[in-house]
């Protein structure tokens, strides 16, 4: 069902096949919805899954197979200026949108004692700075009568300690408290505020080893997908969800914890 025809979306971080990003706007088109989706290779470049050639192509021609409108951008969003940057570029190419999913991240595993305030700000820049200023000029230029939507994606830090991910549980963590704030502020704007923790996602990074040891802990019998999560964004988008806002999600197939 074309639930979100007509609609614009925006999705940061959207740069490997098997990710989340690129389940979520897949998700998303196959509602109707055109898509501007933003990457930056650099950094899948020096994680251990890497990034093989022309990745971000593939998905955009995917993405127009559908039907949709697509386009997309390498964009660091770790500039002070990328969140005006880059909703001006998407003005250009389709108006304002309805939509906007920050999905895209930075994470370094480190121990604590190997944290430097040059770690931390990379940490900072990324999952706090860019994800609130985007949300900030969506907000301030979204002027239709209804139907604005903005979708977080968190890590389910509140749940439990990240052992090794200190810069990284610190910073999603702020996410979770600005969601409740800005959601209450957002709403005169028509504008519903959600974030999603879609637990452990297979997208590619997990070895066998760690996958037979998070499988013991899902209820039921499977690790979590890019699709699971995707699913969840594609409803929040929609206008089925107009009642849902403030809200950090844990859609996490049940996993157990310790």
């Not at 897949?26 to 509602?31: F, K, Q, W």
């Not at 200026?81 to 930075?106: R, S």
């Not at 200190?166 to 408290?177: L, P, R, V």
């Amino acid at each position: 069902m074309k639930t979100l025809k007509g609609k614009k979306a925006v999705v940061t971080g959207v740069s490997r096949q098997n990710g989340i990003g690129a389940s979520i706007c897949e998700a998303l088109a196959e509602a109707g919805a055109d898509i501007f989706f933003t990457y930056w290779s650099a950094y899948d470049r020096t994680m251990p899954w890497g990034i093989e050639q022309d990745e971000p192509l593939h998905i955009q021609r995917k993405l127009e197979a559908l039907g949709v409108v697509c386009h997309s951008l390498e964009f660091d969003l770790s500039k002070e200026e990328a969140p005006q940057i880059l909703l001006d570029k998407v003005c250009e190419v389709f108006g304002v949108p309805d939509i906007l999913v920050n999905n895209a991240c930075y994470s370094v595993s480190l121990p604590y004692s190997a944290l430097t305030s040059d770690m931390l700000d990379r940490h900072y820049f990324v999952n706090v700075r860019a994800p609130i200023m985007l949300s900030v000029a969506f907000a301030n230029m979204f002027e239709k009568p209804q139907g604005g939507r903005i979708i977080m994606m968190t890590s389910g830090q509140s749940l439990g300690p990240m052992p090794g991910e200190s810069a990284y549980a610190a910073t999603k963590g702020a996410i979770d408290a600005f969601v409740k704030t800005f959601a209450v502020e957002a709403a005169e704007k028509k504008i519903t505020v959600n974030a999603i923790n879609p637990g452990p996602t297979d997208t590619g990074w997990m070895n066998e080893e760690l996958k037979q040891y998070l499988l013991a802990k899902f209820p039921f019998g499977r690790i979590g997908t890019p699709k699971d999560a995707a699913r969840l964004v594609r409803f929040l988008a929609s206008d089925e969800a107009e009642w849902i806002t403030g809200q950090v999600i844990h859609s996490e197939g049940g996993f157990v914890r310790g």
